[in-house]
């Protein structure tokens, strides 16, 4: 009796076997695989591992743990910013000019051409040139003004002249409304003595804006 019902045990395993799909094991798969060489899966949807499987072989659909995503590669380091070549020159205009005079003198050219032009060789590219001249507080503001602006312009066209883009460059006058800080003088001083005091409000400001080389 007992010889009989493992002759029907096997049987019926024998039966199991051939309706459901062939697996296999080559010694290189790291998981069963049926004839048609797809992962064979329990009911549960489990994979079986093989003797030969290892992390390094693990499958996202069997092993989804051992198979995250590797973290994304940094973004590259944001460029540097790109260096300025940005600055500002300020020429008292007793040195660019005579006294009540808009025409440069040979001192403010070379001056210009070693503290500017020298400089803008420096720069990449520039963005702007602003020239603003000022005047002391002598005179009326309307002559003052107009005073200002003839010695901006006057600066203009001597960088304009050594090569200096012209719609890089803009002019303004301030006449003396911006008097230079600190510069204290009573007006009860002898014209002259009043005119050396005032010279600091005398001046023309280049402000250069650019990039470096």
């Not at 199991?16 to 069963?32: D, N």
């Not at 800080?181 to 009043?194: E, N, T, Y």
Request: net charge positive.
């Amino acid at each position: 009796m007992k010889q009989q019902n493992l002759t029907t045990i096997i049987a019926t395993l024998g039966a199991f076997a051939c309706a459901a799909p062939a697996l296999a094991q080559t010694p290189t798969a790291a998981y069963l695989t049926d004839t048609r060489n797809v992962v064979a899966k329990s009911g549960f949807g489990l994979c079986w591992r093989t003797s030969a499987w290892t992390p390094a072989a693990a499958l996202a659909e069997c092993d989804p743990d051992l198979t995250k995503a590797a973290p994304a590669a940094a973004a590259p380091a944001a460029a540097a910013a790109a260096k300025k070549c940005d600055f500002t020159v300020t020429l008292q205009s007793d040195e660019l000019f005579t006294f009540n005079k808009a025409a440069l003198t040979s001192a403010a050219q070379k001056r210009l051409d070693s503290d500017v032009v020298g400089k803008l060789g420096s720069c990449a590219s520039v963005s702007m040139i602003m020239i603003t001249g000022h005047t002391d507080r002598l005179g009326s503001q309307a002559y003052n003004q107009k005073l200002s602006e003839k010695r901006a312009d006057a600066v203009k066209a001597y960088l304009l002249k050594k090569g200096v883009p012209a719609d890089t460059v803009d002019t303004m006058g301030a006449g003396k409304t911006q008097p230079a800080q600190g510069v204290k003088c009573d007006d009860s001083l002898p014209r002259q003595k009043l005119i050396a005091c005032l010279a600091p409000s005398r001046r023309v400001v280049v402000e250069v804006k650019g990039s470096a080389k």
